[in-house]
């Protein structure tokens, strides 16, 4: 079983409403991910922390906004998406080179 | 062009069938090169990492080819585990910029 757990599993959320993604690794690597994915779509890279610290941000909308506090945990802030969001959202972590994904969460955006 | 282009798919073969995946990426700077395996709305799992002088994991030999650009996966004796989306990723230099291709599906029949 991976290292990596994300909560909640399945979300539903209305367009006003803020929520947050949790994922948390227990593998002690030293960066964290989070990556979307679309129906028919390949994976996209959206943020990366290295050491606690952002070292990617691939243009994502400022309606997504991550939080790294320590380098176990990894958050994902959602406020006023819209139904094009809807997408099964994804955390990694690695040391180095390999990445472990979380099981992910699936988002519904109404 | 796409960064990361793989076969199109989806691939239709019987058990026990040798079947080849082919990937190319267009950034010659990239660094590391894997191959993970996604089964239907499950979390992509790493199947392998592939280097230069080619690796071999039991039934799965994987190529890189810098001249070209290139990475093969072999899959040798298909079983019907086997049937999944195969993703080629590629790492830029520093290792946080990951693209994914887009995939290719396996569908391995008795």
């Known amino acids: 079983e991976t290292g990596v757990t994300q909560t909640p599993r399945h979300l539903v959320m209305g367009m006003t409403n803020k929520k947050s993604l949790k994922c948390e690794q227990h593998l002690g690597h030293n960066a964290m991910y989070w990556y979307k994915q679309s129906a028919k779509k390949p994976l996209e890279l959206m943020f990366v922390y290295s050491l606690e610290e952002r070292v990617e941000n691939n243009s994502v909308p400022s309606r997504f906004s991550p939080e790294c506090p320590n380098s176990s945990h990894l958050f994902l802030h959602l406020h006023t998406l819209q139904p094009e969001d809807s997408a099964l959202y994804l955390c990694?972590?690695?040391?180095?080179?390999?990445?472990?994904f979380g099981p992910g969460t699936r988002l519904t955006v109404l | 062009r796409k960064e990361v282009e793989q076969d199109p798919g989806p691939f239709n073969v019987p058990e026990g069938a040798t079947v080849a995946f082919n990937c190319t990426y267009s950034?010659?700077?990239?660094?590391?090169f894997f191959w993970y395996r996604q089964d239907c709305r499950k979390e992509p799992k790493l199947l392998m990492s592939v280097y230069s002088s080619g690796n071999e994991d039991g039934r799965f030999t994987a190529q890189l080819n810098r001249a070209s650009q290139y990475i093969s996966l072999l899959i040798r004796d298909s079983k019907l585990s086997d049937s999944a989306t195969y993703l080629c990723?590629?790492?830029?230099?520093?290792?946080?910029?990951?693209?994914f291709g887009a995939g290719t599906r396996l569908f391995v029949k008795a």
């Open positions: 950034n010659s700077a990239s660094q590391s």
């Open positions: 990723v590629v790492n830029s230099v520093g290792g946080f910029k990951t693209i």
């Open positions: 990694a972590s690695s040391q180095n080179r390999e990445q472990f």
